[in-house]
């Protein structure tokens, strides 16, 4: 079975991160001899909106590889002043890793770095061995211990606890963490978070969020199963909304128009075509709701298959452009809630916004290689 972009994004994130901390997770360390860069991003050239965005909420969709995306938009929102106003984040499944790193304050630059560091992938395809055993009593076929071990890695760098749960998170000043999983007992999301979930370690949470049914084990937590969070709710936009739409909520979401046809020949394919068609239901749930459209950027994914996990290094710094340049691009032609109709990608209306989603950045190209010693 391919590797799960979770993965993909936490081991090249450990690599950096876990290294910044001495005598931290010192095993996971794999620096790459020459580390990749993406070329700088391209000029944001679409008039700047000259007042001050009301956002303090982020909410970030999962999808898979895709989201290596959300780097390019961090960026952005850096650059618009945007980032160091969010008090609150929530996310799904690979959404639930970048907010986590976003709650715990590391920075697009680090994020973006990390992203293209090398790692051994192998690592994280934890007990494949026994997999079809663990796949009839767990209901996937990797550990995902590995990932766990990572996740709090990642956390024990920033907050100095080997364990971390939801309650220690304010008090260390870090952001407003809300993850999401699904309880399959229940057949309910729930929602992690310091309100709810105090006493729950948060790289727990991460992991429940992450685990693809087939993929990876389920989750055993307060005697009920869990899994992945984008079986239920993918993109909880929704999160603080108390008394209606709340204007201060900014979300990305990932989309490039319809699926391409699938041939579902085996297992393993019919486990990642599976959980797609799931997310792909929900996005066009969000595409006929106006109001949550109108405060989500949309960003092209190129058409990358959400567990397409053979992603080259031109592909990753592809998919960083396209976050960088659509949430540019969105910023620039934002209106205060109520002021517009949905156009937020032109003067066109909401049917162009969805079909040309994310169809505004030019691909960064990588840097020349490094000369040979």
Known sequence: MRRHVPLLLLAALATTACASTTGSCPDLLRPP??????????????????AEFPFHNLVLQGGGVKGIAYAGAFEQLQEKKILPQIERVAGTSAGAITATLIALRYTPEDIQNLILNDVQFQRFEDGGATGIFRLFRRFGWYKGDYFLHLMRCLIEAKTHQSITTFGDLPAQGFRDLHIFATDLSTGQPMEFSAQKTPRVEVARAVRMSMSIPLFFASVDFDKDVFVDGGVLLNYPIDTFD??????DTLGLSLSSGPPPRVDVDDLP????????TLLDTQVVDLQTNPADL?????????GIPTTDFELTDQQKCALIAQGYECTCRYLSDWKPAGTTPISNLGPLGRATRIETAGKCGAAWSLPPPPPKP
Request: charged content about 20%.
């Open 33 to 50: 001899k020459h580390p990749v860069r993406c070329a700088a991003p391209p000029s944001c050239l679409y008039p700047p909106y000259q």
């Open 242 to 247: 108390k008394t209606g739409i709340n204007p």
């Open 269 to 276: 394919r019919y486990g990642r075509q599976l959980f797609a």
């Open 294 to 302: 109108e405060r989500t950027v949309l960003i092209n994914d190129l």
